[in-house]
């Protein structure tokens, strides 16, 4: 692995218990675990990653706690935030609809610009219980807000490593 070019900070928020703690455990470590243990405030992990070959950023992932009684909290973490992975549950629709206050309250208190992928986590899930949210309205509202939109599973591990590249690609392409 090569040095990191890039130190970036990056936040996962989005509603309680949709995943965000185990997309970052299953992007970091590599594993996942079914015992929920919902997050108070915050938790960091790091990790440095290859973004193209030879080059590489180091990712500090502060895991915001989803609960309602943090808020207050937030808006202190978001302060020299890069970019914004914003988690839904795929099984559980009104996540989606609170995911998108979870978005717009990050854009109000960062001053600036940043890259975001709006993540519909759990999507293993899917077969088990059918489609809850038709798939078409998180792309579309992606689109509308000019963010990419991505399903994953942290429990599969399928396309976790895919957003987080693709989020740290865009925060390369836009503070370089």
């Known amino acids: 692995m090569s040095e990191p070019v890039y130190t970036f900070k990056l936040i996962v928020i989005g509603p309680a218990a949709v995943g965000k703690s185990s997309l970052i455990r299953r992007f970091v470590e590599n594993k996942f675990s079914l015992h929920y243990k919902f997050t108070i405030g915050v938790d960091f992990m790091t990790k440095t990653l290859d973004y193209e070959p030879g080059k590489s950023a180091k990712l500090t992932l502060w895991d915001i ?53 709006i993540i519909g986590n759990k999507s293993d899930l899917i077969p088990e219980i059918g489609e809850i949210i038709d798939r078409k309205e998180p792309l579309q509202f992606a689109q509308a807000e000019n963010c990419i939109y991505i399903e994953t599973s942290a429990k599969t591990g399928d396309n976790v490593d895919n957003a987080f590249l693709d989020l740290t690609r865009k925060m390369v392409d836009k503070f370089s």
Not at 72 to 78: A, G, I, M, N, T
Not at 80 to 88: E, I, K, P, R, S
Not at 106 to 112: F, G, L, V
């Open 65 to 117: 706690g989803g609960q309602e009684r943090f808020k207050v909290l937030r808006r202190s973490f978001y302060e020299g935030t890069n970019g914004a992975l914003v988690v839904f549950d795929l099984s559980r629709a009104n996540t989606f609809t609170k995911m998108k206050e979870w978005l717009s309250d990050a854009r109000q208190s960062i001053e600036r610009d940043f890259p975001v992928i």
